[in-house]
T-cell receptor
Framework: DVKVTQSSRYLVKRTGEKVFLECVQDMDHENMFWYRQDPGLGLRLIYFSYDVKMKEKGDIPEGYSVSREKKERFSLILESASTNQTSMYLC???????????????FGDGTRLSIL | GIQVEQSPPDLILQEGANSTLRCNFSDSVNNLQWFHQNPWGQLINLFYIPSGTKQNGRLSATTVATERYSLLYISSSQTTDSGVYFCAVWTGGFKTIFGAGTRLFVKA
């Protein structure tokens, strides 16, 4: 089975801090994704990566950056945390299919981040 | 862009009852996936079903791509089925479009 591991289930940080959320997958997937989930807004894509050092902006990249130095690891960075970034963050991975552009996504358990 | 609509938005069942959840999409899709998000927030893959019918235990899913809908069937529901069910579609790129979900509560 695919295993996507997020470093923390719950995290509390202060406004202005630099926050790192880590995600590791063990299935050699090319694609990795970061989403945030908020009540009434559903899942929104922040960033995705289709290869090491490659990244593409999703729907809501403002205030975030990402890093993918190794294939198995995809980090989400909040450069200067703000209270409106309090949310559930979900990481996912999938195999790249050149014809369809995507294969089933597998999600980590999520990180509930609170910014005080 | 493509619209994904799920119905019903909320559903309450007595344990043992059957239910059908629906996902409509407004344009052609390459692939479709059903997820269950449990009360602890974990998103669990149920089906990867671009077309046809699949079954896994008490759950089954059918996608009719030409008519732009997918159905998720839950039979003999259990309290552990509670949570939110999402469908997600791909249109050929990297973007995944999620529906708003169906919130299910199964009463003991």
């Amino acid at each position: 089975d695919v295993k996507v591991t997020q470093s923390s289930r719950y995290l509390v940080k202060r406004t202005g801090e630099k926050v790192f959320l880590e995600c590791v997958q063990d299935m050699d997937h090319e694609n990795m994704f970061w989403y945030r989930q908020d009540p009434g807004l559903g899942l929104r894509l922040i960033y995705f990566s289709y290869d090491v050092k490659m990244k593409e902006k999703g729907d809501i990249p403002e205030g975030y950056s990402v890093s993918r130095e190794k294939k198995e690891r995809f980090s989400l960075i909040l450069e200067s945390a703000s209270t409106n970034q309090t949310s559930m963050y979900l990481c996912a991975s999938s195999r790249l299919n050149l014809r369809d552009g995507n294969q089933p996504q597998h999600f980590g358990d999520g990180t509930r981040l609170s910014i005080l | 862009g493509i619209q994904v609509e799920q119905s019903p938005p909320d559903l309450i069942l007595q344990e043992g009852a059957n239910s059908t959840l629906r996902c409509n999409f407004s344009d052609s899709v390459n692939n479709l996936q059903w997820f269950h998000q449990n009360p602890w927030g974990q998103l669990i893959n149920l089906f990867y079903i671009p077309s046809g019918t699949k079954q896994n235990g008490r759950l089954s899913a059918t996608t009719v791509a030409t008519e732009r809908y997918s159905l998720l069937y839950i039979s003999s529901s259990q309290t552990t089925d509670s949570g939110v069910y999402f469908c997600a579609v791909w249109t050929g790129g990297f973007k995944t479009i999620f529906g708003a979900g169906t919130r299910l509560f199964v009463k003991a």
